[in-house]
């Protein structure tokens, strides 16, 4: 799996769109970018993913870059109930999935 | 849609007692994943199946620690004897067969040995 980059924490005010960045410099052809949470005490929770092309689905949108690269990924409004940890992984089909630490999203009221 | 089934929620033991963790897939999915989390660890993935066969136990710590899955609706994880050290939340998780799919986790298993 590539090595994934991401900020340890972000802030983000209520309502405004929060853009969490992720490096995956190293990334192969065949590895996909997915995105996870975590909710405090939770279970992690899919977000959404993609390989080379923007996606959007009724939670977030993902922006891959054309050299692949980096993403961002955006919750357009964000509200409270969006703090928690996000997980970017890059992993082919097949692989397992390796959590990093994450970025913890503290949105602000 | 009933999710992933983790019993029991909470698990408060003396150490050397042995400890078995429960988990029930969602129906028809053909990968099951047991993880282990701590503040000084991070989310770990302890090991895998594919269709109830062990694939990869690369992240099953010692020998203390044993999984199994007899069918496609129950998995166990069974740490014998228990230490303070083992004491973390477990996470389930389980996905369909096929490529790209997403793992869909429990509400996990929040383990302290005493």
């Known amino acids: 799996d590539a090595k994934t980059t991401q900020p340890p924490s972000m802030d983000c005010a209520e309502g405004r769109a929060a853009n969490l960045p992720c490096n995956h410099s190293?990334?192969?052809?065949?590895?996909?970018v997915y995105w996870y949470r975590q909710i405090h005490s939770q279970g992690p929770q899919y977000i959404i993913h993609g390989l080379k092309n923007n996606e959007t689905n009724e939670m977030a949108s993902l922006i891959i870059t054309e050299d692949r690269k980096s993403s961002t990924l955006i919750l357009p409004h964000a509200t409270l109930r969006d703090t928690a940890v996000y997980y970017c992984?890059?992993?082919?089909?097949?692989?397992?999935?390796?959590f990093g630490p994450g970025t913890s999203l503290s949105v602000i009221p | 849609d009933a999710g992933v089934i983790q019993s029991p929620r909470h698990e408060v033991t003396e150490m050397g007692q042995e400890v078995t963790l429960r988990c029930k897939p969602i129906s028809g999915h053909d990968y099951l994943f047991w993880y282990r989390q701590t503040m000084m660890r991070g989310l770990e993935l302890l090991i895998y199946f594919n269709n109830n066969v062990p694939i990869d136990d690369s992240g099953m710590p010692e020998d203390r620690f044993s999984a199994k899955m007899p069918n496609a609706s129950f998995s166990t994880l069974k740490i014998q004897p228990s230490e303070p050290r083992d004491s973390a939340v477990y996470f389930c998780a389980s996905s369909p067969n096929g490529v790209q799919q997403p793992q869909h986790f429990g509400d996990g298993t929040r383990l302290s040995i005493l």
């Open positions: 992984i890059a992993k082919t089909s097949y692989d397992k999935v390796i």
């Open positions: 190293t990334i192969s052809g065949n590895e996909y």
